[in-house]
Structure formats: C-alpha cells, structure tokens
C-alpha cells in the first residue's frame, strides 16, 4: 500500500506541475499577443483547458504568473553554480554559471517577458524585491562548495556583486532589444567587476 500511495502523491504531483506549466505558457501567449491589462483570467483559464476555480488552486492572480517564471531563478542559479568545476574562483564560477543558465532562453522570450514585467509597477516592484532572494540563495551555494569559514564575508559579497551584475546585464538586454546576445552583456558586465581595483 505505501509504494502504490508513493506512486499516486508522485502521479499527482507530476499532473500539477505540468497544468502549472500549462497555465503560464497559456498565459505567456496571452500576454504576448493581447497584451497583459487586456488578458482576463478567465480567457487564461479557457485556453489552458481549465476552469477558473482551478485556476486559483494555482494562482492568485495573474501578477502571480509573472512572478513565477523569477521565483525559481535563485535555485536554478545554484544549481548551474554546483556543477562548475571546483577548482574555479568564487566570481569565475559564478559568471559562468549565470551564463550558462541564461543560455537556455531563447532572446525572443527574454524580451518578451522582460517587456511584460515592466509593464507592471507591481510586477516589476516584486521582481526587484526577488534579486535579494536570489542573492541569498546563490550565497548559500557558494558557501557549500567553498565552505572555509573564513571565506563567508568574500563569498557573501562575490553573491551580492553578481545578482547586481544579472541585473544590470538583463536590464541592458532589454534596453538593447537584444541585439546583442545577454552572454556577451554578462560578460562584459563581470569583466567591469574584475577591473574594480
């Protein structure tokens, strides 16, 4: 009974991340093509084959759509960060890890979506606000691979610089309407930060 119970939680799970995925997709297009003020929920909800009960169970609203594509930037960071190479320095590892990640995004959708962020006071106040999250999530990796006590301060600050660095390279990104690619902008963003002295 425990591993048919085990099979069924794992079953239902995977069925709610993949109408989660649904719903944001949905919407993504939505917002895209009529433009995020003149998308309702309820035609989100329609076109992601669900009710708009069900659509609630997920989300509160749709700035709650938005936010949920940088919710998880912090750990897929981390995540890129873990499988550099040891041996790398601190800020290397960690531009190299953000560049990596990035690179998984195709530049249309980047803009896009960066386009409807900003078009949102609210959306854009919450994105900014998630940048501390993700320096906290990024440092905490850091700290892991690096666990020498007396590299904390070094890491914490290398984990600050480099969340402001994503920043600034995907606020030029989308200033340059991706004319260049974000790699090369993030690049020359970390190579600033090594010249600092």
């Keep these: 009974m425990g591993v048919d119970g085990g099979e069924s939680q794992g079953l239902r799970q995977r069925k709610r991340r993949e109408t989660e995925r649904r719903i944001v997709d949905t ?14 929920l309820d035609e989100i909800a329609t076109a992601a084959g669900i009710s708009r ?14 936010l949920s594509l940088e919710s998880g930037m ?9 499988a550099q190479p040891d041996d790398k320095e601190p800020l290397s590892a960690v531009r190299d890890a ?14 896009a979506i960066d386009r409807l962020m900003r078009s949102n006071a609210a959306v854009q106040a919450r994105k900014l606000a998630s940048y501390v999250i993700h320096e906290r999530t ?18 914490r600050l290398v984990a600050m610089m480099a969340i402001g ?9 989308g200033r340059e309407g991706g004319a260049r ?13 090594e010249r600092r002295n």
């Design 138 to 155: 990024l440092f905490a990796a850091m700290r892991e691979k690096w666990p020498a006590p007396d590299r904390e301060a070094s890491l």
């Design 27 to 40: 919407a993504l297009l939505l917002f895209i093509r009529n433009g995020y003020d003149e998308t309702r």
């Design 74 to 82: 912090g750990d897929q960071l981390a995540g890129a960060l873990r």
């Design 53 to 66: 009960r069900t659509f609630f169970n997920y989300f509160a609203s749709k700035d709650e759509i938005l």
């Design 98 to 111: 953000i560049v990596a990640e990035l690179a998984r995004y195709p530049a249309a959708d980047m803009i």
């Design 181 to 193: 690619p974000v790699a090369e902008i993030l690049r020359e963003t970390f190579a600033a930060l």
């Design 165 to 173: 660095a994503l920043r600034l390279s995907l606020e030029a990104f």
